[in-house]
């Protein structure tokens, strides 16, 4: 399994999840990004490549996100990436009137042996 099909299989069913970009009109919802690099090299070559992993969550600005936030870092740890920090990404697009959202941003990693 891909890792961005591990992201969207353990997220998936809390709310929608895209890579790179959501264009949706669901108030809750992931995108998530993925960059890969070589790691512990061997004869010349990465035997395993190391993901860093970026799963941000979208919700409205006073949403109680707690529930949300614990049961993210649960299942991407579940998926076999480690237990992801939960960062404060702030308040997004915050312009008169409109009250923004809140940004949450699980920051993890996953290795792949070749």
Request: glycine share 8%; aromatic share 12%.
């Amino acid at each position: 399994m891909t890792v961005n099909k591990r992201i969207i299989a353990a997220l998936s069913d809390l709310a929608p999840v895209e890579s790179d970009m959501y264009d949706g009109d669901a108030d809750v919802y992931f995108v998530f990004t993925v960059r890969a690099r070589p790691y512990h090299h061997e004869d010349n070559a990465p035997s395993a490549l190391l993901y860093d992993v970026l799963v941000n969550l979208f919700c409205p600005r006073r949403f109680n996100s707690l529930a949300l936030r614990r049961t993210t870092a649960e299942r991407l740890f579940a998926a076999g990436f480690t237990y992801p920090a939960d960062i404060d990404g702030g308040i997004e697009g915050l312009v008169a009137g409109n009250g923004g959202k809140q940004r949450r941003i699980f920051e993890c990693e996953y290795a792949e042996v070749r």
